[in-house]
């Protein structure tokens, strides 16, 4: 089945609901509960055998949410406090003796408008010494234990670096470079010296494909997210934030130089190399999207023009040489719980599209001056294929991807305005050909990025570009004309600000006060967090740094619901990922998830699984999430949500192993 055709049920399934509430609810329809927890504990669990519906636990009145695994010492700290109360109240930072070490008043803050909490800030910022095992208390009721630590994100930055090597394609996973549990996280590989042709025959909508001439070996890359697919569109945007990471970083020196920070040495087999292990992670997500590339000049099909939703297509044969397949996958989705080894059907590429194509361009320019002073050949090899890939999607402007293959998702956008100007921008970095800037310079930056009201992502790119130039621009020496600068520097801080203000807004100081949360509303989160965190590195005058930490202490538990969604960090840790192998709820011979792993969190708009479904219509924005397999809109765990997550604790210890 389709997110198209889940999508449709939800919204049936959605007005039965409101009828079914009406009327007490069904057996076969269970109406949701949404209880009171201690400590927003918010772990409600799955359905329920049928009679009681998924459980949300929302926090109550008393309750104290706060980062359950640490805060820096220094940098802002708050916590939140729930209470009816709408005057300041006594807290207390105590340690596991009760001895007092800070105290004061908390600030009310009234309704919080994305979960209907009334809340208060607990700011504890003044108290900047180390301390272990420490809690909050507010009249009678306390906080899960927490640390205050020098660097309490460099550990998260490792384990959730860790996640690609654990998800490598075609790559067994073995000691000694899993951690060691039971069941273990150790597997064999699958999908492995694949060498595939096009998807021929029939789609889910009936539009007949024709097979291409040629086959190519498939290479690299993870799995996509908690199926098998590999995607040139989400390994694209993670491949960009894993290189702009280390573009980002790799001027430092000193006690802050690259290799001295978090994630150097991942113990992963390539860490003997000498190298950055985020650089050696990145070139596997790089050697992918090369192998997507078509080097064969026979005729391929493709949708051409906007074809919307994809039913009826008109299917065009031509050479699509230099273009990038939009994605590989098997015939159908895998079984849950299956292994890597255990699915062995039929794999194929699927037809190629200019946003796939521009992906390549973009990344493979990026790559290229990267590599061009480690491995001169992979430089070379990279920036080629980004220049033909760019020239090919030109040739080729509107080949768009649908939601109409079975065993695996669309990645659909039929706006490519954004990856031409992102992919021009990387090659002009790059090259410094004038004629890419020229190419920049035709696109107008879309009002919505200047309002503050999105982000960067896989389907939105343009502003990837301009972090790229900010990035070039952070570095003494760069060739970035000074009209460009000023702008990307303006725009930057503009959008900054409108971050910032939403954070003083929510509640819960994340910088996103949209009553509507998308799915991946955690991933959205993190890529504000790095247009903050890069906005902060190059305008000396605008420092959002608190926003930034606000949203690791929202990920970390300080939230509506009390629940770190980051698998192994907190007393109340994401336990149960969408995940065919780390799938320990629905097969206890399946490991669970290694620590690390980033739930995609709270969604409100998209439940179209068989757990979110229960719950349209009956929770606000931050509180619609369970920790459940079932429950993918919620639960999803992807390529792209931890390379937000590893940028953005990596750039918060950066930060805070430079000031210590």
Known sequence: ??????????????????????????????????????????????????????TITLAQNGDILVNQHGYQTQGQKLATLISDSNVPLTWQLLDSADRL???????PFGPSP????????????NYARVAPDVRLEVGGGESHAFNIANRPFRRIANDAAKYFYYNRAGSSVSEPYTRLQVPSLT??????????????????????????????????????????????????????????????????SGQCSL????????????????????????????????????????????????????????????????MVHHKAHGESWPADSAAPADDIQTWYFFPPSTAASLHLAATGAQCARIWRHI??????????????????????PDAYAYDNFDGGGPYEDVIVTDEFSWAATELYITTQDISYLNDVLSYTLGGYYLSGRTQPSWRDTEALGMLS?????????????????????????????????????TGFNVPDDDSNYYW????????????????????????????????????????????????????????????????????????????????????????????????????????????????????????SYNAGLVWTAHWLDDKARCNN
């Open 1 to 54: 089945m389709r997110y198209s055709d889940l999508l449709k049920i939800s919204v049936f399934a959605g007005s039965i609901m409101m009828l079914g509430n009406c009327g007490g609810g069904s057996s076969s329809n269970p109406a949701p509960i949404i209880n009171g927890g201690n400590g927003g504990s918010g772990n409600g669990g799955g359905s329920g055998g049928g009679t009681i519906g998924p």
């Open 101 to 107: 070490y800070a105290s004061g008043q908390t600030m």
């Open 114 to 125: 994305l979960s209907g909490l009334n809340v208060h800030h607990i700011d504890f910022s």
């Open 187 to 252: 597997r064999q590989s699958g999908h492995d010296n694949l060498s595939l042709s096009c998807f021929s025959g029939a789609d889910l909508e009936g539009n007949v494909w024709p097979a291409c001439n040629y086959s190519q070996s498939l290479e690299g890359g993870w799995y996509d997210a908690g199926d098998y697919g590999l995607y040139a569109i989400n390994t694209g945007v993670t491949v960009w934030a894993l290189q702009n990471l280390f573009e980002s970083m790799e001027a430092q």
């Open 259 to 322: 290799m001295n920070g978090a994630a150097a040495d991942l113990n992963i087999p390539e860490s003997a190399d000498g190298l950055h292990d985020i650089l050696n992670e990145a070139r596997i997500g790089m050697e992918l999207l090369l192998s997507l590339q078509v080097i064969d000049t026979a005729p391929v099909g493709m949708a051409l023009g906007d074809q919307s939703p994809g039913a009826n297509l008109t299917i065009t044969a031509q050479d699509a040489s230099g």
């Open 375 to 396: 491995d001169s050949v992979f430089a070379d090899r990279c920036l080629a294929a980004a220049i033909t890939a760019y020239s090919a999607a030109q040739a080729t």
């Open 469 to 505: 130039l900010a990035t070039q621009i952070k570095h003494s020496a760069h060739n970035i004309p000074a009209d460009v600068e000023t702008e990307i520097v303006g725009n930057l801080v503009t959008i900054s600000n409108f971050y910032q203000r939403q954070s003083n807004d």
């Open 520 to 639: 991946g509303s955690n991933s959205n989160l993190l890529l504000r967090a790095i247009l903050l965190a890069t906005t902060s590195d190059i305008s000396p005058n605008n420092d959002y740094q608190d926003e930034v930490l606000g949203v690791m202490n929202y990920l970390l538990g300080n939230n509506p619901l009390g629940q770190s969604y980051i698998t192994g960090y907190g007393d109340q840790a994401m336990e149960n990922p969408h995940h065919r192998f780390w799938s320990n709820s629905i097969d206890i011979a399946r490991p669970s998830p290694p620590p690390g792993v980033l739930s995609g969190g709270p969604n409100n708009t998209a439940m179209v699984d068989p757990i979110s479904r229960q719950l349209d219509g009956t929770c606000r924005a931050q509180t619609c999430w369970i920790d459940d397999y079932e429950a993918y809109t919620f639960n999803e765990v992807t390529i």
